[in-house]
């Protein structure tokens, strides 16, 4: 499936409603990882991320799921191994992964769960700079949930596009945070190298079309 330098494409994936495969196909290390987990439905929706991930990536480079090969790059961040132009980054919560996908920019991209948070303000404070920390307090108390959620999904969304950690200051480089679609529950961000962000164009990755 072809993908131009100027496109952003972000699959969304149910994780409870699809025929996913189990680990038998996955590398070592993912089978390891998976079987670490504590709880059926934590590995269960762990490996349904992880297949829509390698199906959506299957459809781009043309290859079996189950071949493509992952790295960490330098910063560690997951990436495809050799050089392969596509760029690609996961997240998922609840039963809702998200895959972003971009040509020759790197993205990172965030969904959460919108839950109930104990000592919200405090948790605000600690996580969020200063100035989103004073937006959010500033709304009405039935509006700070999702506020702060969809906040904390732009800081990790751009931590997650250059490989850093929340506690790091990302590289001086241009990078584009927009909000995305991800349904009743969620809040979600995408961030992507550059000034500008593309319109995100929206896919459903279901295995049954995302199988080789």
Not at 9 to 36: Q, S, Y
Not at 72 to 91: C, D, E, I
Not at 146 to 165: L, M, N, Q, S, Y
């Amino acid at each position: 499936m072809p993908i131009g330098t100027d496109e952003l494409h972000v699959w969304r994936a149910r994780l409870d409603t699809e025929d996913w495969p189990d680990a038998t196909r996955l590398p070592a290390a993912e089978r390891e990882r998976a079987a670490a987990l504590r709880g059926e439905a934590l590995r269960r929706r762990w490996l349904a991320a992880r297949w829509a991930l390698r199906g959506v990536l299957g459809r781009y480079l043309e290859r079996d799921p189950a071949e493509i090969e992952l790295a960490l790059g330098a910063r560690g961040k997951p990436a495809l191994a050799g050089a392969a132009p596509v760029r690609f980054n996961l997240s998922h919560s609840g039963e809702l992964a998200l895959v972003a996908i971009a040509r020759e920019r790197e993205v990172g991209v965030d969904v959460e769960r919108i839950k109930p948070r104990h000592n919200l303000p405090g948790l605000a404070r600690r996580a969020l700079p200063g100035a989103e920390v004073a937006r959010i307090e500033a709304l009405p108390e039935e509006a700070q949930l999702v506020a702060f959620h969809a906040a904390w999904t732009r800081r990790e969304a751009v931590a997650k596009c250059f490989g850093t950690g929340l506690g790091a200051q990302p590289p001086q480089e241009p990078v584009a945070v927009a909000a995305l679609d991800a349904g009743p529950g969620y809040a979600a961000a995408v961030a992507i190298a550059g000034a500008a962000a593309p319109e995100p164009r929206y896919r459903e990755a279901r295995w049954q079309t995302l199988a080789p």
